[in-house]
């Protein structure tokens, strides 16, 4: 797990959105597990074949607040938790929504698209479904290692008998290089690694780093003058 090393002032109850967001994360999860017939509504889930046919759009929506079990909600509402009242802090409520969305879209588009290029099981995994906020939590990761990459966290070492002080900007690219080196891998034996859609982690990340540095070059350094 990773943790701030140092309070940043800002605080999360009055980021709006990222509450609502982190809400309807558990909602929804409440929701699947209450499946009759404990496929877990997976018929909300995002399938790439779909989305080539133009059919069950509205997936792309769903599937980014479904998640697979209590390990994966619980692992990626604490990402979400770290980075996103930052993100809505800088970027004000709409824009912060906005970027969101658009985060976690790419994510799931890249995935779908990867299907196309994947030899031998390409087809296979464009009928399987994929979920949850992983895409969009990529995103914000994107963001937030282009506008406050001196943050500080806390890593566990080695051993996990102590934790280490890094700067947000090495946890993160170190991250993400791994996730870009994971889907790299998939492209030749997408199960070797388990069934995490690397590629949306990837297509989320890109899409936010990309805001990122739009937002940057119209604001400058405004957004570290906001009062909390």
Request: net charge neutral; with cysteine.
């Amino acid at each position: 797990m990773v943790f701030e090393a140092e309070s940043d002032k800002i605080p999360f109850f009055k980021q709006y959105f990222s509450v609502i967001i982190l809400a309807a994360n558990i909602i929804v999860f409440i929701w699947q597990l209450s499946d009759p017939t404990g496929n877990m509504h997976i018929e909300a889930a995002f399938v790439p074949s779909d989305f080539f046919q133009g059919t069950n759009l509205w997936t792309l929506v769903t599937s980014m607040f479904m998640h697979g079990d209590i390990v994966h909600i619980v692992m990626n509402m604490w990402f979400f938790i770290i980075v996103t009242d930052n993100c809505e802090h800088a970027f004000g409520h709409i824009l912060y929504l906005v970027a969101y969305f658009i985060c976690g879209f790419a994510g799931s588009i890249l995935h779908a698209l990867s299907t196309l290029i994947i030899p031998v099981w390409g087809p296979i995994l464009a009928n399987i479904p994929s979920l949850g906020a992983s895409g969009a939590i990529f995103g914000l990761m994107g963001i937030y290692v282009l506008i406050y990459s001196e943050n500080k966290f806390y890593l566990p070492s080695s051993t996990g008998t102590s934790m280490r002080k890094v700067s947000a900007g090495y946890f993160i690219l170190t991250y993400f290089i791994a996730e870009l080196t994971y889907a790299i891998v998939s492209l030749t034996d997408p199960f070797a690694l388990g069934q995490t859609a690397h590629f949306a982690h990837v297509g989320g990340f890109i899409a936010g780093a990309i805001i990122a540095v739009i937002f940057k070059g119209v604001k400058g350094t405004s957004y570290k003058k906001k009062k909390s």
